[in-house]
């Protein structure tokens, strides 16, 4: 099944279809539903309309750039821990392993669960 994805927002099909100016709106959204279109996009008629829908783009154009920075420092942080010797491992608290650094990689292999002994050690004992 194929998508188009917005955001992460994840919409099932492929076809996104938007009538001619006034002609045949509702006939078009008909066909839509029986064709199955993921999205369709009809005239904006009012000026309310038109001013949310750029007040919506704008909002948009500063989520991505929000979304870009976070990805940025991401890359950052995780290439920083991937230069360092000393073993990284995050995971969730049944010990599941969510990531690695290459130090952790190179002391376990790619388990994608921790050693027990690591999950059954005292941290504040050692």
């Given at each position: ?11 099932e099909k492929t076809?996104s279809l938007a ?13 839509c539903k029986k ?92």
């Amino acid at each position: 099944m194929e998508y188009i994805t917005i955001g992460n927002v994840k919409i099932e099909k492929t076809a996104s279809l938007a009538p001619m100016a006034s002609v045949a709106d509702k006939a078009m959204r008909t066909m839509c539903k029986k064709y199955g279109a993921a999205l369709l996009t009809g005239e904006i008629k009012s000026t309310i309309m038109v001013e949310l829908a750029d007040e919506l783009s704008q909002t948009l154009r500063l989520f991505r750039g929000r979304l870009l920075e976070e990805e940025i420092k991401h890359q950052y942080y995780e290439n920083l821990l991937n230069k360092v010797d000393t073993a990284v491992v995050v995971t969730d608290r049944s010990g599941r392993v969510e990531w690695m650094n290459r130090a952790a990689v190179g002391l376990v292999g790619q388990e994608s669960r921790l050693p027990q002994e690591w999950l059954t050690t005292s941290w504040n004992e050692t």
